[in-house]
């Protein structure tokens, strides 16, 4: 046998060694790092609160601080339990630089309450006017668009709403088109309205009603009192909205 041979064969197996040694590790999967699970409980809470799709949201967060800071050394990342403080439609910005809690649970087993602060982007489908919106306008499923923005343009940096939210609400002034939706520029719509012929109970003792018709003069909401004129007498009441076109005198 020539001399070289056992040399070759010698590379060769430190070779395959080396190889398998690379497949294996290629393999392994290392767990999400802090900031990746962070964004992705984002996505997930983003996609909850709307009813839609979590791959519709584009979430970038950066620079992130945890207080009390995280323990140094440690061989794995915690495990990301719950995000608290996500906004809301109509609350305070969560684009931009922001601040919220976050419990961790560490490879010991602890689990540990965090706050965390940073840049966060976002961008994402909001819910806006399909067409221009007089005040007062109750909403449509027709009303609604959805369109992809960058949430740093809303005027509260969040747009968290569901379309079954709006539709039934009423807006609170003159919406362009174009225009995101969401609570401060909408209301409750009323249940009645000056001009509407309603349902009239009049409760005249224990268990005496008498039911009639009247014509609403004022606008109002469940829990509101309006004056309401008897349709038959003409005569002016104060009555209690209780539902849609009804409303409840006791006397």
């Not at 409980?41 to 996609?47: C, D, G, P, Q, Y």
């Not at 002034?173 to 009239?200: M, N, R």
């Not at 018709?213 to 349709?231: C, K, L, N, P």
Request: hydrophobic share 45%; with cysteine.
């Amino acid at each position: 046998m020539p001399k070289t041979l056992p040399w070759m064969l010698n590379v060769f197996l430190l070779m395959l060694c080396f190889s398998g040694t690379g497949a294996r590790a290629s393999n392994r999967t290392e767990s999400p790092s802090l900031e990746g699970q962070f964004v992705a409980r984002l996505r997930t809470s983003f996609a909850e609160r709307m009813d839609l799709p979590a791959d519709i949201f584009d979430v970038r967060a950066e620079n992130l601080v945890f207080f009390p800071p995280l323990p140094l050394g440690l061989a794995r990342q915690p495990e990301l339990l719950d995000v608290m403080g996500i906004g809301s439609a109509g609350a305070s910005r969560i684009d931009g630089l922001f601040t919220m809690s976050v419990t961790l649970k560490y490879p010991d087993g602890t689990v540990r309450e965090h706050q965390v602060s940073g840049l966060m982007q976002v961008s994402g489908p909001v819910w806006v006017a399909k067409q221009t919106l007089n005040r007062g306008h109750v909403l449509a499923a027709d009303d609604l668009a959805m369109q992809r923005l960058p949430w740093s343009q809303l005027a509260t940096g969040v747009a968290l709403t569901r379309k079954d939210e709006l539709v039934g609400r009423a807006s609170r002034s003159l919406i362009q088109v174009g225009a995101p939706l969401y609570a401060a520029v909408l209301e409750i719509a009323p249940s009645v309205k000056t001009g509407d012929l309603v349902e009239l109970t009049v409760q005249s003792g224990p268990g005496v009603m008498i039911r009639s018709r009247a014509v609403a003069r004022q606008t109002g909401r469940v829990g509101d009192f309006i004056r309401v004129e008897q349709s038959d007498t003409r005569k002016p009441l104060q009555a209690l909205v209780t539902g849609d076109k009804t409303v409840e005198v006791q006397l």
